[in-house]
């Protein structure tokens, strides 16, 4: 299993742009810029209580939607399956993967896929 950081740039990564700017904002400087919830209560003019606030409603947010739509959990078992499949050195199904996973990247899986 994923740890906690990787897991929610992970679930960042699929899910960010559901966000509102704020939580944006404090996602990245916490999990992204390693900020202290001090460093960016003191950068966003806001208190420590209202950072964490902020930062533990995303971090929910952010497993609820992976709770409905599964695309952080989809995209895993479908890597694991096109490495699978790419084990098997069979040319035409080699050849049918490699054109899986370029699909997948040119719907945004590309920088998914260096998580």
Do not use: P
Request: with cysteine; hydrophobic share 35%.
């Amino acid at each position: 299993m994923l740890d906690k950081i990787e897991r929610m740039n992970a679930l960042y990564d699929f899910y960010g742009d559901l966000l509102t700017d704020k939580q944006k904002e404090v996602f990245e400087w916490y999990y992204q810029n390693d900020n202290s919830l001090a460093e960016i209560a003191e950068q966003s003019g806001s208190s420590r209580a209202a950072v964490h606030d902020v930062l533990k409603r995303t971090e929910q947010l952010l497993e609820d939607y992976e709770k409905s739509l599964h695309l952080l959990d989809n995209f895993r078992k479908r890597s694991k399956i096109y490495t699978d499949l790419l084990s098997l050195e069979i040319r035409s199904v080699t050849e049918l993967t490699t054109e899986l996973i370029h699909i997948d990247m040119d719907n945004g899986g590309e920088e998914k896929c260096q998580k």
